[in-house]
């Protein structure tokens, strides 16, 4: 007799009433490949863990916020966000796209050089720009926001060496309706703060204020929140106007838009509740058409958009190294991706799946990382199948942020792989090695020799 | 191993605890398990019933068994026993 298909025996708590924090009757779809190749030939062919990223993703995503923006208001330019994800390949695509490069430090800087990019489309943010990014980004005509009034200073001192003029903008902060206000970055606006820098700058011969900058913040679920900047910094542009007779090129209303992703304690899933591109160029651009700005001076749009072009592009695959059960009964999956390697795991509720499910119950279950520490969880509470040692899962939604804040913790740091249009595989950062990682450091000559 | 006393299974799955007041839901599998200890099956026993009837091997199901009569007890749906 052909014996039956066997079910791993399951006991379940009912709660009647409200659902808990594991959350009920969600179904859990595997994902089993990633654009027609399966998780399992990327694991073997490139170890585990592993990022994957999708070039069709990153470009239809682009191509989808630009026209979003275009179809409204011609005089739109991004200008990619490197601290988002600055993996080359990754920039490269955005370059190709036509963005230009957002850099808030010397080395992301030197980066986009690097890459390609004319330092005169390199818009310099951060309060960190020491005296030589300064010089350099003046002699190479990139635009610098202008941070504080410390950084004014010094670049009134060192533009008339360079023989150039400075070109300029300031990051204005202000009051947008939401909370937090970020108030540490840039000149205030309802202070008077900004306008005071404004009237610094625009008298003096080294520098020439081109455009306004602001980043009113990020994940900002309130469309209305950017109309708000754009009506603020209008004004300034106005003002400029009637006091300097000055048109300012552009307006820079920075990063921010929320991607799909569910942050920590939002009741409903990010890609229920996150406004699409649409809603926010409907809003910031009907905020410069109805702006008092001249009709024939409208300033071009730069945005900085950083995890909503590439937070969907991004995957990371990895392996259950264990299952335990918790003093309390709940399961424990041990997977080898920790927080190391995604650093968002702090902010959102990742949606993490298997990439086969064997049988349909799931547990409630806490999703660990492989680190020794305490803080080292990828899902505090999930309703989630209940997987092997072994088994594969996938988390979605990484591309944004996790490359860049990425720290290196009791292993290496694995692969990055490319997919390319054509579904090609490219590895395009190599995981970290003993030799990589010991290359930097180095030993005294009185501790080089040990006995033991 | 030793089912608390007045504990009800229902035909589909729905099990009852008097003493807590608590209800659990339990798949095919652990329906057949906790079936077997109410008859007062042994540990074997109960791995030979289902290993007879399901594709399983013995390793992985003394593993899953191991896993599920920790959580009855977790549950408080077994007697303690003194060994
Ligand atoms: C100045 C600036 N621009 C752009 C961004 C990108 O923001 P987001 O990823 O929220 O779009 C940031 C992120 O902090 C930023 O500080």
Redesign the pocket.
């Known amino acids: 007799m052909k014996k039956l298909k066997f079910e791993r025996p399951v006991i379940n708590h009912i709660n009647a009433g409200v659902p808990d924090k594991f959350g009920r009757g969600t179904t859990i779809q595997a994902i089993s490949d990633i654009e027609d190749i399966a998780v399992e030939d990327f694991l073997s062919q490139y170890g585990s863990p592993l990022y994957v990223i999708s070039e069709k993703i990153i470009r239809d995503t682009y191509r989808e916020a630009l026209s979003a923006f275009k179809t409204r208001y011609p005089k739109v330019q991004f200008a990619w ?1 490197y ?2 994800n600055y993996l080359n390949a990754v920039c490269k695509i955005f370059h190709q796209e036509g963005s230009w490069a ?1 850099v ?1 430090s010397g080395f992301e800087y030197e980066k986009a050089i690097a890459n390609g990019v004319p330092g005169s489309k390199i818009i310099f ?2 309060p960190d720009k020491s005296k030589e990014d300064l010089k350099r980004a003046i002699e190479n005509g990139s635009l610098i926001h202008i941070d504080h009034f410390d950084e004014l200073y010094d670049i009134m001192n060192i533009a008339p060496k360079t023989g150039k003029k400075a070109k300029v903008a300031i990051r204005v902060n202000m009051d947008a309706g939401i909370y937090p206000h970020w108030d540490r970055f840039g000149f205030n606006y309802e202070n008077g703060e900004a306008w005071t820098a404004i009237n610094k700058i625009m008298p003096n011969t080294d520098m020439e204020l081109i455009g306004l900058h602001t ?1 009113i913040g ?2 900002i679920m309130t469309p209305t929140a950017y109309a708000i900047a754009v009506s603020k910094l209008a004004a300034l542009a106005v003002r400029i106007k009637i006091k300097y007779d000055y048109h300012l090129k552009y307006l820079d209303l ?4 929320a991607s799909k992703n569910t942050l920590k304690g939002a009741y409903l899933p990010g890609s229920d509740t996150c406004p699409s591109f649409d809603d926010y160029a409907k809003a910031i651009t009907d905020a410069l058409n109805n702006s008092d700005i001249q009709y024939d001076h409208m300033p071009t749009l730069f945005l ?5 072009l590439i937070d969907d592009a991004g995957y990371l695959l990895g392996t259950v190294l264990a299952n335990k059960r918790l003093l309390d009964g709940r399961r424990s999956l041990i997977i080898d991706i920790g927080v190391n390697n995604l650093f968002t795991s702090f902010w959102y509720e990742h949606q993490i799946v298997p990439t086969k499910i064997k049988q349909r119950d799931t547990e409630d279950t806490t999703i660990y990382g492989p680190l020794c520490m305490n803080i080292d969880i990828i899902r505090a509470a999930v309703q989630f199948p209940l997987l092997e040692k072994g088994d594969q899962v996938v988390i979605k939604r990484i591309g ?1 942020y996790n490359m860049t804040q990425w720290l290196q913790f009791i292993t290496y740091r694995p692969k990055v792989v490319l997919i390319d249009l054509d579904g090609k595989t490219h590895v395009i950062r190599e995981n970290e090695t003993h030799e990589s990682m010991n290359a930097l450091d180095k030993i005294p000559d009185h501790l080089k020799e040990i006995q033991l | 191993m030793k089912l608390k006393k007045n504990i009800a299974v229902s035909e589909n799955g729905f099990l009852f605890d008097p003493h807590s007041g608590e209800s659990y839901s339990l798949n095919k599998t652990a329906q057949l398990i906790v079936k077997l200890i109410s008859e007062g099956k042994t540990e074997v026993e109960i791995m030979n019933s289902i290993m007879k009837k399901y594709d399983v091997e013995s390793s992985a199901l003394q593993r899953y068994l191991d896993d599920f009569i920790m959580m009855l007890h977790q549950m408080n749906l077994l007697e303690k026993e003194d060994n």
Request: aromatic share 10%; hydrophobic share 20%; glycine share 24%.
């Open positions: 966000s601290k988002t957002e808030v943010n951060g980043h990020t994940y920075g990063g921010g838009f900085e958009t950083g995890r909503a944004a």
